[in-house]
């Protein structure tokens, strides 16, 4: 099975919203990262978080990562049209993707 | 500086035909990794290489899958007897160290379709 499992599979929110997606993994992991997959452009990597801690942020972006529960959210605050794309977590362990969760945000 | 570039960007052929991909990873990067991805899919781990170690073939469906890493640099995967199944994008991704401390940097994929 996929290591990193996104959900909810497919978000669709207003520009300006915030936007949430978690995601939950299986095993003992030393960090979790955050892809963007926009449709032609590639993936891209959003951030990093390793397992000693909490909360990241970069930008309007907020990570937060919970061992106890191996799980970890991201957050796009104030969000734009050009935030629309699947969106991607991975832990170090195994280098496994989950499914992603498809980001629309509507103008 | 350069980013991870493959080729092709493209492969169309023929089931039963070999295809080869190439993987040029940022230079210095001692990681390389290739994935999979199929229309509106996740990404499928299929190998890894780190320095002179021996790679992680884990992720590799079948035996026809096949990687090799030259001079720890470029990379190829090979794919035998092609099956209309293998049609995806193959991605190839490099980091610095390892996954466990490095961010990994994506190439653009090549889009490979089986007829």
């Known amino acids: 099975s996929q290591q990193g499992e996104e959900d909810p599979q497919a978000l669709s929110i207003q520009e300006g919203e915030n936007a949430t997606m978690n995601c939950s993994y299986k095993?003992?992991?030393?960090?979790l990262q955050w892809y963007r997959q926009n449709s032609g452009r590639g993936l891209v990597h959003l951030i990093l978080?390793?397992?000693?801690?909490r909360e990241k942020h970069s930008g309007r972006l907020r990570v937060t990562l919970d061992t106890s529960k191996k799980s970890s959210s991201l957050l796009i605050t104030a969000s734009r049209a050009a935030d629309t794309a699947s969106y991607f977590c991975a832990t170090d362990e195994n280098m496994r993707f989950g499914a992603g969760t498809r980001l629309t945000v509507k103008p | 500086g350069a980013g991870v570039s493959q080729s092709p960007s493209n492969k169309v052929t023929e089931k039963g035909k070999d295809v080869e991909l190439r993987c040029d990873p940022i230079?210095?990067?001692?990681?390389l990794y290739w994935y999979r991805q199929s229309l509106g899919q996740g990404l499928e781990f299929l190998i890894y290489f780190q320095g002179n170690s021996a790679p992680d073939k884990s992720g590799l469906p079948s035996d026809r899958f096949s990687a090799e890493r030259t001079g720890g640099s470029v990379s190829t995967l090979t794919i035998q007897r092609t099956q209309q199944e293998d049609s995806a994008v193959y991605l190839c991704?490099?980091?610095?160290?390892?996954?466990?401390?490095?961010?990994?940097?994506f190439g653009p994929g090549t889009r490979l379709t089986v007829l």
């Open positions: 991704a490099s980091s610095l160290g390892g996954p466990r401390t490095d961010t990994q940097y």
């Open positions: 978080i390793r397992s000693n801690e």
């Open positions: 230079s210095g990067h001692t990681a």
């Open positions: 095993t003992s992991i030393n960090n």
